[in-house]
C-alpha cells in the first residue's frame, strides 16, 4: 500500500545546482500537487496537475519547473537553486477535481548552501 | 475562500477530550470546513469536512455552530500520537476551471500531555 511515494528524503544544494524531486502514486489519481513548507509556517503551493500532460502554477511557481507525462509520477525541477529554496516539499495527489482529500507523501527536505 | 482563525496552540490532558476551536466569520453558503493534521516531519493527513450539519468519523467529531461562523474538532479520546499541528481549511469544493489544491495557514499545534 504505497501511496504517494517522495525521493530522495534529504539533500543538500550548492547555490547554482539543479536538481529533480521525484513523485510517484500508485492510486490513479489524476490531480498531483507539490508544496513547500517553510519552518514554521503553512504549506504554498507551487504547482499542480490536474491530469498527464496538464500542469499550471500555484502560489509561488518561480525557480521550479514540473512536467506530468504519465498519471503516475509529477517530477518537480530545481533549476539553479538559491537559499530561498530552502524548505520541506511535500508532493500529494487527489482522487477528484476538487483536491480536498489529499493524500501526502513524506516529505523531502532540501537545504541550499 | 474564507478566511481562518485558529489558537496558535493548545494543551490537553490523555485520555481527555481534545477541542480544537475555529473561526469563519466570512464563511460563504456553499464552503465547505476541512481538517487535516500535520504530525511532526509527516505530510498532512486528512480528518474530517462538513458543510453545515455536525459529522463523525473513526477519528474525530466535527460541530459546525448554526450560523456557521464557527466550528470545532472534537478528538473524543486523545493520545500522545494525537499531538500534531491542526489545520482548519475553508473552501468551495469546486474552484472553477481548475483544481488548486487547499491552502493551509499555520494551524493550531496540540499537545498532548502525559
Known amino acids: 500500500n504505497a501511496g504517494v511515494t517522495q525521493t530522495p528524503k534529504f539533500r543538500i544544494l550548492k547555490i547554482g545546482q539543479s536538481m529533480t524531486l521525484q513523485c510517484t502514486q500508485d492510486?490513479?489519481?489524476?490531480?498531483m500537487y507539490w508544496y513547500r513548507q517553510d519552518p514554521g509556517m503553512g504549506l504554498k503551493l507551487i504547482y499542480y496537475?490536474?491530469?498527464?500532460?496538464?500542469?499550471d502554477k500555484g502560489e509561488v511557481p518561480n525557480g521550479y519547473n514540473v512536467s506530468r507525462s504519465t498519471t503516475e509520477d509529477f517530477p518537480l525541477r530545481l533549476e539553479l537553486a538559491a537559499p530561498s529554496q530552502t524548505s520541506v516539499y511535500f508532493c500529494?495527489?487527489?482522487?477528484?477535481?476538487?483536491?480536498?482529500?489529499?493524500?501526502f507523501g513524506s516529505g523531502t527536505q532540501l537545504s541550499v548552501l | 475562500d474564507a478566511k481562518t482563525t485558529q489558537p496558535t496552540s493548545m494543551d490537553c490532558a490523555e485520555g481527555r477530550a481534545a477541542n480544537l476551536p475555529c473561526n469563519h466569520s466570512?464563511?460563504?453558503?456553499?464552503?465547505?470546513v476541512y481538517w487535516y493534521r500535520q504530525i511532526h516531519s509527516q505530510g498532512p493527513q486528512y480528518i474530517i469536512h462538513?458543510?453545515?450539519n455536525n459529522e463523525t468519523n473513526e477519528m474525530a467529531s466535527l460541530i459546525i455552530t448554526e450560523d456557521r461562523k464557527s466550528s470545532t474538532l472534537i478528538l473524543p479520546h486523545a493520545t500522545l500520537r494525537d499531538t500534531a499541528v491542526y489545520y482548519c481549511?475553508?473552501?468551495?469544493?469546486?474552484?472553477?476551471?481548475?483544481?488548486?489544491?487547499?491552502?493551509f495557514g499555520k494551524g493550531t499545534h496540540l499537545i498532548i500531555q502525559p
Open positions: 492510486m490513479n489519481h489524476n490531480y
Open positions: 500529494a495527489s487527489s482522487p477528484d477535481r476538487s483536491g480536498e482529500k489529499l493524500f
Open positions: 496537475s490536474v491530469g498527464a500532460g496538464i500542469t
Open positions: 462538513g458543510l453545515k
Open positions: 466570512t464563511i460563504s453558503g456553499n464552503e465547505y
Open positions: 481549511i475553508v473552501r468551495v469544493p469546486w474552484s472553477g476551471g481548475g483544481a488548486d489544491g487547499l491552502t
